[in-house]
């Protein structure tokens, strides 16, 4: 007999859709990962490749549907409870300031990039904006799972990097609230303003309360009868900062990374961090691969077309070195590298906010198709060059009190 | 900003739908689950009963859907993938012919009392025939939960329960088959027999000979570069063994469980199973409280179809326990009770069962309905039942190698 999904479908031998899709999404994804890691690449830009190859542009094993969208989303809200997990909300404020700086550097260069250009190639001006809006966004997982995979989130670096992507993710909120009311007609000031309110507000609350809330609250969630007492409440602290941060308007993976953050000095002597790390093991690759799958090639008939895509891309990719680089230019040239590679990825944010666009027919279809494959490129072309930015860097993570495989 | 679906709804301050559905089934899981422990209930039954609570039929928190269905699939899959991996091929040989003829008993009382209460009621021969059908399904994935957090899976009778629900599962399907065909017209009996053979076959193969391959593999998988080669390996094998057993009309769930028994002497000495068991931890509540979320309090308005299906339900109850308890009775009344209690359960798969005769016109929504309250009744009475018949038992699974949570 067969479950489906308590569907309808007289399945009997016909074999079962969902598990066809995570199977094929799986492995492909692994099995790119291993030629990526035996060709001494970044495993994660395999696992994006792999969903280019097995997605609607080439092999069209897979599309990207509501359900392939679910996974990667918690997937990818796995990944930064996990990255929470292990940065304590000291460890940003040390670098909250030049986090800031980087953040602001890295927003405006790259809106003011995106827009010239579009403009410059005779697009809209509505187009222009929404174009640079997306261009501002960072897909911090991508970072945060290369680095974490060489043991070096605890660099400072890193954390700066973490840092300034979440003040990039509040302000990116802002741009796209004020983008989006002129894509509708007026601007509503004080909406936004509210919303920013809230967005700060509610960020610097976890950071600065989160902690010692949680640290209150555990005896008496251990004294709870319910298996794994403490892991359950891990589980629905990350589940629910990353749904308030969605009422607020911040992005789900900020609230998890914030969860991970609260409970990042109270799990340290738990199996918490490790037993996460198991769930984004098995959840991350749909993330990775539906990014991929987003990739349209059919949008890219015409040469200008493919043209403007490249151009888009290049300058998505320098312009984050050169905002964020010049923001963290007197910590030494690597690192300015380090952290400006490092906010290049502009993965599922960016393809949010073209698909807002989309919505509002703020961009056409052939706008969207270049958004799409700067988001998709630049989270490709990332990893391999942090890998060999972040090469020398000593290992400096703990590991987790329980050995991660011990066989392995 | 707003990952969302990767879909098109504008959604700036408006929270995320999936993210509300996941918190919202969790923690009421996670609620109901402590509430039952503090009254001496097992927990499960707690999970299934938040999910009438907070669907459809109470709260409408929560509806069922495509997507609260394949979390629901993943969590069960994992649950016996779990279940596998702590039960070697060598422990239900052992018990192999007792769990055929519990199996077999299990089948034929329940088909036989279901078929005749339902003419007695004066339905329809084609309908009679689908609620029999439906009260030969053996939902294990709750029995073996129930054991599993007692940790007494590697008891003579679970072991029996798990070795007869896999066959139950292959009756099921053949008797699911017949009567689809009588459904439809006529009954292929070439078509039902070459299924028979390739259940069958699939079982015992991946019995006799995946525990070898695996090992055999093992060396090579140990030497991948990919991180967490080993780990990767199970869940692949999961996943591809359930996929596989969908293609034959088997069960998912038989697959995984297949894939975990194959795994379970190699990954004795590794992380595995403490990594299996996090997965499971996140996603098992979906699965559970989607059982309850079935539950359609509509259907009965009527007097004469409430009536029906309290009928039904004491009939499946008293069915399996008579069926199953005949044919273990030579071990006792106790352990006979215990095999009985275990195989009442009817879950997703009567739930199935009556979907795919819903599909093909062969019951009403009435009968459907019933079948619905029974599926969840059984599933909910159960627990309770088996939590008394099981509570002298001594505690005799292994830990594993890493400790659950050290601190809770």
């Given at each position: ?84 997990l ?123 309360v989160g902690a010692r809330a949680v640290n209150r609250i555990r005896p008496r969630v251990e004294k709870l009868?319910v298996?794994q007492s403490y892991l359950v409440f891990g589980f629905s602290l ?21 969860a991970g953050m609260a409970l990042a000095e109270s799990a340290e002597d738990t199996d918490m961090p ?135």
């Amino acid at each position: 007999m067969h479950i489906g999904e308590f569907g309808l479908a007289l399945a009997l031998p016909e074999g079962d859709k969902l598990l066809f899709t995570l199977f094929v999404m799986f492995v492909a994804a692994k099995l790119a990962a291993e030629i990526f890691e035996r060709l001494k690449q970044p495993a994660v830009a395999g696992e994006i490749l792999a969903g280019v190859i097995i997605g609607p542009s080439v092999l069209a094993l897979v599309a990207p549907s509501e359900l392939t969208g679910a996974l990667s989303e918690i997937g990818v809200i796995f990944l930064l409870f996990l990255v929470g997990l292990e940065t304590k909300p000291a460890d940003i404020f040390r670098v909250g300031a030049r986090a800031m700086l980087v953040a602001v550097l890295g927003v405006i260069v790259p809106f003011v990039f995106g827009y010239a250009v579009m403009l410059a190639w005779g697009q809209t001006q509505i187009e222009a904006i929404f174009v640079g809006a997306a261009m501002v966004a960072t897909s911090v997982g991508i970072t945060a799972r290369v680095l974490g995979q060489m043991g070096l989130l605890s660099l400072e670096t890193s954390r700066i990097i973490l840092g300034a992507a979440v003040i990039d993710d509040i302000l990116g909120l802002l741009i796209l609230g004020v983008v989006s009311s002129l894509a509708k007609g007026g601007v509503n000031y004080a909406e936004i303003s509210v919303t920013a309110a809230l967005a700060v507000g509610f960020t610097l609350l976890i950071i600065f309360v989160g902690a010692r809330a949680v640290n209150r609250i555990r005896p008496r969630v251990e004294k709870l009868r319910v298996g794994q007492s403490y892991l359950v409440f891990g589980f629905s602290l990350c589940l629910g900062l990353a749904l308030v941060a969605t009422y607020i308007g911040v992005a789900a993976i900020i609230g998890a990374f914030l969860a991970g953050m609260a409970l990042a000095e109270s799990a340290e002597d738990t199996d918490m961090p490790h037993q996460a790390e198991a769930v984004t093991e098995f959840l991350l690759p749909f993330f990775l691969v539906n990014i991929g799958m987003q990739l349209k090639l059919d949008a890219f008939l015409n040469r200008s077309a493919i043209v403007l895509a490249i151009v888009v891309t290049i300058l998505a990719v320098l312009s984050k070195l050169i905002g964020c680089g010049a923001a963290a230019w007197p910590l030494g040239r690597k690192k300015a590298m380090q952290i400006g590679m490092g906010m290049v990825p502009r993965g599922e944010v960016g393809i949010v906010v073209a698909q807002i666009g989309l919505s509002l027919n703020a961009v056409d279809a052939a706008a969207y198709g270049v958004v799409l494959f700067m988001a998709v490129a630049t989270t490709l072309i990332a990893p391999p060059f942090l890998a060999r930015l972040f090469k020398d860097e000593q290992r400096v993570d703990q590991e987790p009190v329980v050995p991660i495989t011990p066989i392995s």
